[in-house]
C-alpha cells in the first residue's frame, strides 16, 4: 500500500501541470542550474523533490500569505545516542503516518530526541555523503539557550522540509512566505540561507542553483549542544502550494533512509594537495587600473564617492577534490569570534565561509550589529602585535574607512529604532590571522515587522559595497567582470522571535571536480595604496590558500583578465 502511494505521489510530482513550486536539479554531473518546473520539464529519475514556500504572484494569493495551520514542536524521551535518537524518529514517523494527527491544510511540526552523548554537528554532517540532497550547516559566536538549559552550538541539517527560493530580489513577500512557517512558540524551527549580494547583475553558472536567495528549514537536522546533543526532524506542507501533509512524510522517510546514524569523528585537517591551476580576476595589473580609477572618482569634485569596496575572485583547481567540510572543519579550528556556515542546494556547490562580520542579530525588538574595517594582519609576537594594532588605530586612511561604515549603521538603525547606542565607538578585534577597527551598535525596533526593512537597509553595507551604495554599487558593476553571487551577501537564519546574519565574506565556493572559487575585498578610499590592497587581499584569503600547496612552477599560476 505504502509503495503504491509513493508511485501515485512521484506521478502527480511529474506532471508539469500539477506542479509548480519544485526544485528538480539536473541529474548531469557538471551542470548546475536553477529548474522551477513551471519554466522547464525535468527528468525527474534520480531527483531530489521538495516544497518551495515562495510562489510567484505570492501577493496575490491570501491564503499564502497567513500563519499555516498547525505549528508544534514536540520532543521524545531522552536517548544515549544517534543510533537509539534515529530509532525513535522512525517510531514515531509511523505513529504520525498512521493516525494523520493533523487535520489542518498546512503546518510544520519538528519532532527533536534529546541525546546524552556530545557529537560535533559537523561530524554528523561529515557522514550524510549524499549529494543530491540539500545541505546547511551554522556556527554561531555565541552559542545560545536551546532546550532543558542547554546552549545550542552549531546546526546541521539535510534534506529541506521547505525550501524558499527565486530568481527575483528577495521581497517583502518572500519574507512573509518565510514567517509564516515560523513562530515564538517553536523557535528552533528556522530558516537557513542567503541572499546575492547583488539580486540585479547577472548570474554566472557556479551560482545559478543558488537562485537570488536560498534557504531551507531541514528535513533531518542535528544540534550540537553545550553538554549534548540533538537529533530532530521537520515535516512541512500546504496543500495551497501542492504538497500535502502525505507528501510531505513519505519525502521525509525518503530522507531518513539515506541518513546515516553511524557518526566517525573525522580530522580536523585537509590532505595535501598540489594544484594544478590558480587564476585570479582580477589579474594584479587589472586590479591596479581598477584602485586607481576608483581613487579618481573619489577625488574628483564632482563626484560623491566616498568610499568603493572591490573584489577579486581565485578559482583554484586542484589534483584531488576539495571536500567543503574538510575545509570548513579547518576554518573552524581557528575561527574563534567567528561565525562558519555552510549551504548547498541539491546537486549543487557548497558555498562555506569563516566570517568576523554580523551584519544584525534581532532578538524580539532588541537589535544589534556590527561596523568592521581596517585590516592588519597579526603580529608574530606580542610587541609586534601591539605595534601593528597602534598602527591601525592611528591610521588617518582607516580611520576614515571605518568611520564611513559605523555612521551609515547607524543612520540606518536610527529609521527604525528608538534609540541607538555604539558601544564601544571604536576598539580592535582580533582574529587569529587578521585584526581589525570594530564598533558595536544597539537598538530597539519599533516592530519586529520592521526586520525585513533592517535586512534591506543594512545591505550591503558600506563594509563589503562602499559610500555612497548606489554610486557604490554603479562603479563594482563597472569594474568587476565576474559574479560575487552570495559573496559579501547576507548568510544566516529567521527564526520566531529571533533572527541573526553574518555577512558573506571570507568565503568560497567549493565544487565537485571543478575546485573552488575563493572570494576577497578591500575597501578603497582617499589614501589607498594598490599595492597594499592586494596584500590585503592575499592575506584575506590565506586561511583558504594555506589549506593547499601552492608551489607549483609560476607558468601554472596563472591571473586573468
Given at each position: 500500500m505504502a509503495t503504491a502511494t509513493f508511485h501515485k505521489w512521484l506521478t502527480h510530482f511529474t506532471d508539469t501541470k500539477k506542479c509548480s513550486n519544485f526544485l528538480v536539479p539536473p541529474s548531469s554531473k557538471g551542470q548546475q542550474s536553477m529548474c522551477f518546473l513551471h519554466y522547464h520539464r525535468p527528468v525527474c529519475q534520480g531527483c531530489y523533490l521538495s516544497m518551495n514556500g515562495c510562489r510567484e504572484g505570492q501577493h496575490q494569493y491570501a491564503r499564502t500569505r497567513n500563519p499555516v495551520g498547525t505549528i508544534e514542536t514536540r520532543t521524545l524521551a531522552p536517548v544515549a545516542s544517534p543510533a537509539m535518537a534515529m530509532y525513535s524518529l522512525n517510531i514515531a514517523i509511523s505513529e504520525m503516518k498512521s493516525e494523520a494527527p493533523f487535520g489542518t491544510s498546512s503546518g510544520i511540526v519538528r519532532v527533536q530526541v534529546p541525546i546524552e552523548e556530545q557529537v560535533e554537528a559537523i561530524d554528523w554532517?561529515?557522514?550524510?555523503?549524499?549529494?543530491?540532497?540539500?545541505?546547511?550547516?551554522?556556527?554561531?559566536?555565541?552559542?545560545?539557550?536551546?532546550?532543558?538549559?542547554?546552549?545550542?552550538?552549531?546546526?546541521?541539517?539535510?534534506?529541506?522540509?521547505?525550501?524558499?527560493?527565486?530568481?527575483?530580489?528577495?521581497?517583502?513577500?518572500?519574507?512573509?512566505?518565510?514567517?509564516?512557517?515560523?513562530?515564538?512558540?517553536?523557535?528552533?524551527?528556522?530558516?537557513?540561507?542567503?541572499?546575492?549580494?547583488?539580486?540585479?547583475?547577472?548570474?554566472?553558472?557556479?551560482?545559478?542553483?543558488f537562485g537570488s536567495f536560498y534557504f531551507m528549514i531541514p528535513q533531518v537536522e542535528f544540534n550540537e549542544l553545550e553538554g549534548g546533543s540533538m537529533l530532530t526532524i521537520t515535516i512541512a506542507w500546504d496543500n495551497d502550494l501542492s504538497w500535502s501533509w502525505e507528501n510531505a512524510i513519505n519525502a521525509l522517510q525518503e530522507t531518513l533512509c539515506k541518513v546515516s546514524s553511524s557518526?566517525?569523528?573525522?580530522?580536523?585537517?585537509?590532505?595535501?594537495?598540489?594544484?594544478?591551476?590558480?587564476?585570479?580576476?582580477?589579474?594584479?595589473?587589472?586590479?591596479?587600473?581598477?584602485?586607481?580609477?576608483?581613487?579618481?572618482?573619489?577625488?574628483?569634485?564632482?563626484?560623491s564617492l566616498t568610499k568603493v569596496v572591490l573584489a577579486r575572485s581565485t578559482r583554484v583547481v586542484p589534483t584531488a577534490d576539495i571536500d567543503p567540510l574538510a575545509w570548513l572543519s579547518c576554518l573552524k579550528v581557528e575561527g574563534e569570534n567567528a561565525y562558519q556556515f555552510l549551504l548547498q542546494p541539491p546537486n549543487a556547490p557548497a558555498f562555506i565561509g569563516n566570517t568576523p562580520e554580523q551584519l544584525f542579530h534581532r532578538k524580539w525588538l532588541h537589535i544589534t550589529s556590527e561596523a568592521l574595517a581596517g585590516t592588519r594582519a597579526r603580529g608574530a609576537s606580542q610587541a609586534l602585535d601591539c605595534q601593528i594594532e597602534l598602527d591601525l588605530l592611528t591610521s588617518p586612511k582607516d580611520d576614515i574607512e571605518f568611520t564611513i561604515v559605523r555612521d551609515t549603521i547607524r543612520r540606518k538603525l536610527e529609521a527604525v529604532c528608538e534609540k541607538v547606542v555604539i558601544k564601544p565607538e571604536k576598539m580592535i578585534r582580533k582574529l587569529p590571522r587578521i585584526q581589525h577597527l570594530f564598533a558595536q551598535l544597539s537598538g530597539r525596533l519599533r516592530s519586529e515587522e520592521d526586520e525585513f526593512e533592517i535586512l534591506l537597509s543594512l545591505h550591503p553595507s558600506p563594509a563589503v559595497c562602499g559610500f555612497p551604495t548606489e554610486e557604490a554599487q554603479l562603479l563594482i558593476a563597472?569594474?568587476?567582470?565576474?559574479?560575487?553571487?552570495?559573496?559579501?551577501?547576507?548568510?544566516?537564519?529567521?527564526?520566531?522571535?529571533?533572527?541573526?546574519?553574518?555577512?558573506?565574506?571570507?568565503?568560497?565556493?567549493?565544487?565537485?571536480?571543478?575546485?573552488?572559487?575563493?572570494?576577497?575585498?578591500?575597501?578603497?578610499?582617499?589614501?589607498?595604496?594598490?599595492?597594499?590592497?592586494?596584500?590585503?587581499?592575499?592575506?584575506?584569503?590565506?586561511?583558504?590558500?594555506?589549506?593547499?600547496?601552492?608551489?607549483?612552477?609560476?607558468?601554472?599560476?596563472?591571473?586573468c583578465k
Amino acid at each position: 500500500m505504502a509503495t503504491a502511494t509513493f508511485h501515485k505521489w512521484l506521478t502527480h510530482f511529474t506532471d508539469t501541470k500539477k506542479c509548480s513550486n519544485f526544485l528538480v536539479p539536473p541529474s548531469s554531473k557538471g551542470q548546475q542550474s536553477m529548474c522551477f518546473l513551471h519554466y522547464h520539464r525535468p527528468v525527474c529519475q534520480g531527483c531530489y523533490l521538495s516544497m518551495n514556500g515562495c510562489r510567484e504572484g505570492q501577493h496575490q494569493y491570501a491564503r499564502t500569505r497567513n500563519p499555516v495551520g498547525t505549528i508544534e514542536t514536540r520532543t521524545l524521551a531522552p536517548v544515549a545516542s544517534p543510533a537509539m535518537a534515529m530509532y525513535s524518529l522512525n517510531i514515531a514517523i509511523s505513529e504520525m503516518k498512521s493516525e494523520a494527527p493533523f487535520g489542518t491544510s498546512s503546518g510544520i511540526v519538528r519532532v527533536q530526541v534529546p541525546i546524552e552523548e556530545q557529537v560535533e554537528a559537523i561530524d554528523w554532517l561529515h557522514s550524510q555523503k549524499h549529494l543530491l540532497l540539500p545541505r546547511c550547516f551554522f556556527f554561531g559566536r555565541k552559542s545560545s539557550p536551546c532546550c532543558n538549559g542547554e546552549n545550542l552550538v552549531s546546526v546541521a541539517g539535510v534534506g529541506s522540509a521547505v525550501y524558499f527560493s527565486q530568481p527575483h530580489p528577495f521581497s517583502y513577500w518572500d519574507w512573509i512566505s518565510i514567517r509564516r512557517f515560523l513562530s515564538e512558540r517553536c523557535p528552533l524551527i528556522r530558516a537557513y540561507g542567503a541572499i546575492r549580494f547583488n539580486a540585479k547583475a547577472k548570474v554566472s553558472s557556479e551560482w545559478l542553483a543558488f537562485g537570488s536567495f536560498y534557504f531551507m528549514i531541514p528535513q533531518v537536522e542535528f544540534n550540537e549542544l553545550e553538554g549534548g546533543s540533538m537529533l530532530t526532524i521537520t515535516i512541512a506542507w500546504d496543500n495551497d502550494l501542492s504538497w500535502s501533509w502525505e507528501n510531505a512524510i513519505n519525502a521525509l522517510q525518503e530522507t531518513l533512509c539515506k541518513v546515516s546514524s553511524s557518526i566517525v569523528k573525522f580530522p580536523k585537517q585537509t590532505p595535501p594537495t598540489l594544484i594544478l591551476s590558480s587564476h585570479n580576476i582580477p589579474s594584479q595589473v587589472d586590479w591596479d587600473l581598477a584602485v586607481n580609477r576608483a581613487l579618481q572618482m573619489i577625488e574628483r569634485n564632482d563626484s560623491s564617492l566616498t568610499k568603493v569596496v572591490l573584489a577579486r575572485s581565485t578559482r583554484v583547481v586542484p589534483t584531488a577534490d576539495i571536500d567543503p567540510l574538510a575545509w570548513l572543519s579547518c576554518l573552524k579550528v581557528e575561527g574563534e569570534n567567528a561565525y562558519q556556515f555552510l549551504l548547498q542546494p541539491p546537486n549543487a556547490p557548497a558555498f562555506i565561509g569563516n566570517t568576523p562580520e554580523q551584519l544584525f542579530h534581532r532578538k524580539w525588538l532588541h537589535i544589534t550589529s556590527e561596523a568592521l574595517a581596517g585590516t592588519r594582519a597579526r603580529g608574530a609576537s606580542q610587541a609586534l602585535d601591539c605595534q601593528i594594532e597602534l598602527d591601525l588605530l592611528t591610521s588617518p586612511k582607516d580611520d576614515i574607512e571605518f568611520t564611513i561604515v559605523r555612521d551609515t549603521i547607524r543612520r540606518k538603525l536610527e529609521a527604525v529604532c528608538e534609540k541607538v547606542v555604539i558601544k564601544p565607538e571604536k576598539m580592535i578585534r582580533k582574529l587569529p590571522r587578521i585584526q581589525h577597527l570594530f564598533a558595536q551598535l544597539s537598538g530597539r525596533l519599533r516592530s519586529e515587522e520592521d526586520e525585513f526593512e533592517i535586512l534591506l537597509s543594512l545591505h550591503p553595507s558600506p563594509a563589503v559595497c562602499g559610500f555612497p551604495t548606489e554610486e557604490a554599487q554603479l562603479l563594482i558593476a563597472e569594474t568587476e567582470v565576474f559574479d560575487r553571487g552570495m559573496y559579501a551577501g547576507p548568510v544566516g537564519w529567521f527564526g520566531g522571535g529571533e533572527s541573526e546574519f553574518a555577512v558573506g565574506i571570507r568565503s568560497a565556493l567549493v565544487e565537485k571536480d571543478l575546485g573552488a572559487f575563493i572570494y576577497a575585498g578591500t575597501g578603497i578610499v582617499e589614501g589607498s595604496n594598490p599595492y597594499l590592497e592586494w596584500d590585503e587581499l592575499e592575506l584575506k584569503t590565506s586561511q583558504f590558500t594555506k589549506l593547499l600547496k601552492l608551489d607549483l612552477p609560476q607558468r601554472q599560476k596563472v591571473d586573468c583578465k
